[in-house]
């Protein structure tokens, strides 16, 4: 589902590489936490994934695309196989919970009566049934990340990413949000999940990506944080 | 694409910048109405040039007893030295025909001319025109040797030449147009920065949008077309105005010239229509193009 083929990211001349001969590969299905210091890359590596920034040396391919032959012109329609979500949240602040997931489908220009149709069904799915019509400021931080989940999900995407979901939340409610990407792996959806979250990674036992300057150090099946971090 | 969707980003987007927008309105309008205005003046002229330039004349008016130019000493010329007139102008190369105006011919004409103003129609008087000699020249431009040889001649009153008079009117409508234009070149480089501006600006207070469209996939002509749109709705709206002020232009301008200059062809309203349409769909267009090259600088792929 997403090959990385010996990538390197240089984002300016002098500076050393973000990313520098990094080979993963994520089959469908899969559930990867990316982990590493600040700094390491991680948000580099997603981000590439998107296409919002080019390798600077290497392939990937992503839903069976070769992402240095894409042009520009078929760029949206990758991205509208892959599904986002931030540390931030990114809601849209005059829209209602609703409005929100639904503005996803909009802008990519499906029918009305299709966004009316889904659009309840993945905000029963993230756990806000009921709450369709509260605006972001009325709803927790661990509410709005579970919008900002409905949205990247609503177009059912074969790929989930996720930079630090879990960042500006706390624990506890942290526990409900990866129970949600869980849910939605489940679903056959392939995650990868950038995180700092050491306790949610040791809980979850999943694949463990550990970037370091910029180069893998550790690709561990149902790894743990890392023992850098005082992991188990 | 989902119309109501579109057009609703719009009216968010020309709200909030609703001083730009204003200001960027007022000046598409009066950028256009001074670019039509120009059009216009230049369609005028061209079209009251071709109009005059088969039936200017040079026109030779004889002596009378009223004529006041001294060489005349208050004395009409004889037949035969009418005739020797007649017969210099026709041997003159640059002549095509001359035709005689009798005092009677003229006092008809001056009569018909001015029927529509009884008090001063009233007033002429039989022998007050006296007679003359039009004279139709092969090439209007070539009337000098024509005025020189006539001027002072004796028997000879005075000699206009319509042609001058014509041209000292189309150098006053040409000037006109070119200040038009000039003016007009500006306020387009005024529109064109004042569009980049306020599309800046609503690509920037909507950046989240943008942003949060980009990450679902929206096409590049989803999340531009508002910005456009919204360029082009500002430059139809100050079209709008711009076509009231050609309007006025035609009737107050243009009008009141061609009346009070009793030889110029007007300008019909389906001139002016075109001139109007042409305009609205070049403020339209600029106004699309600016923003359109605008969001390529402030909104990546
Ligand atoms: N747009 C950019 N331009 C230049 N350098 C950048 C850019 N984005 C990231 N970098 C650099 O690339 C390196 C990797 O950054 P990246 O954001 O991928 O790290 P990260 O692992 O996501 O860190 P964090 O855990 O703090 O989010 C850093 O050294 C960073 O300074
Ligand atoms: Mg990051």
Redesign the pocket.
């Known amino acids: 589902m997403i090959h990385f083929d010996n990538v390197t990211k240089v ?2 001349h002098q ?1 050393r590489p ?1 990313l520098q001969g990094v080979n993963v590969a994520v089959e469908k299905g899969e559930f990867v936490f990316l982990v ?10 997603l981000r590439l994934i998107l296409k919002e920034e080019r390798p600077t040396q290497g392939g990937i391919h992503v839903a069976g695309k070769e992402l240095n032959k894409l042009t520009n012109w078929k760029i949206p329609h990758l991205r509208r196989r892959i599904g986002c979500v931030f540390q931030d949240f990114r809601l849209l602040p005059n829209k209602n919970v609703n409005e929100n997931v639904a503005f996803a489908l909009e802008v990519i220009g499906k029918p009305r009566r299709f966004i009316r149709k889904v659009v309840p069904e993945v905000i029963d799915l993230v756990g806000l049934e009921g709450k369709g019509h509260r605006m972001p400021d009325e709803l927790s931080g661990g509410e709005q990340q579970r919008v900002a989940i409905a949205r990247a999900f609503v177009n059912r995407p074969m790929i989930l990413l996720a ?2 979901p879990t960042g500006n939340i706390d624990p506890a409610t942290s526990i409900g949000i990866m129970k949600v990407l869980d849910r939605i792996n489940r679903t056959g959806t392939t995650v990868v999940m ?1 995180t ?1 979250d050491a306790a949610i990674v040791d809980a979850f036992r999943k694949r463990v990506v550990e ?1 370091e300057d ?1 180069r893998v150090v550790r690709d561990q099946s149902r790894g743990v944080y890392g023992q850098a971090y005082g992991g188990v | 694409m989902r119309a109501q969707f579109v057009l609703q980003e719009i009216w968010i987007g020309l709200r909030r910048n609703l001083t730009m927008t204003i200001a960027l309105v007022v000046t598409v309008a009066i950028a256009m109405a001074l670019f039509g205005t120009g059009v216009l003046l230049k369609m005028q002229v061209d079209k009251s040039n071709n109009y005059w330039s088969d039936k200017v004349e040079v026109s030779v008016y004889l002596c009378n007893k009223l004529s006041a130019n001294p060489a005349c000493q208050k004395k009409e010329p004889s037949q035969s030295d009418k005739d020797a007139i007649k017969n210099q102008l026709q041997s003159m190369p640059q002549v095509a025909s001359v035709a005689a105006e009798t005092q009677a011919q003229a006092y008809q004409r001056a009569k018909d001319r001015f029927k529509d103003t009884p008090g001063f129609s009233d007033t002429i008087q039989l022998g007050d025109i006296p007679d003359s000699f039009r004279v139709k020249l092969k090439d209007p431009k070539q009337y000098a040797a024509v005025v020189a040889q006539m001027q002072g001649r004796q028997g000879v009153d005075q000699v206009i030449n319509e042609r001058a008079i014509l041209e000292k009117f189309f150098k006053i409508l040409g000037g006109l147009q070119w200040a038009a234009l000039i003016i007009a070149a500006i306020q387009v480089v005024a529109a064109v920065l004042l569009v980049a501006n306020t599309i800046r600006l609503s690509a920037f207070n909507r950046r989240r949008e943008t942003g949060i469209m980009r990450l679902v996939g929206a096409s590049n002509l989803y999340i531009q077309l508002p910005f456009v749109l919204e360029g082009a709705i500002a430059g139809l709206i100050g079209g709008i105005f711009a076509a009231v002020l050609l309007g006025f232009s035609k009737v107050f301008l243009l009008g009141r010239l061609t009346r009070n200059l009793q030889f110029a062809t007007e300008l019909g309203w389906l001139d002016v229509t075109q001139v109007i349409v042409f305009s609205v769909c070049f403020g339209v267009v600029l106004c699309s193009l600016a923003s359109f090259l605008t969001l390529r600088r402030y909104l990546k792929i």
């Open positions: 984002y300016s500076g973000a590493g210091p600040s700094g390491s890359g991680k948000s580099t590596f930079d630090e950038a700092h970037l910029g």
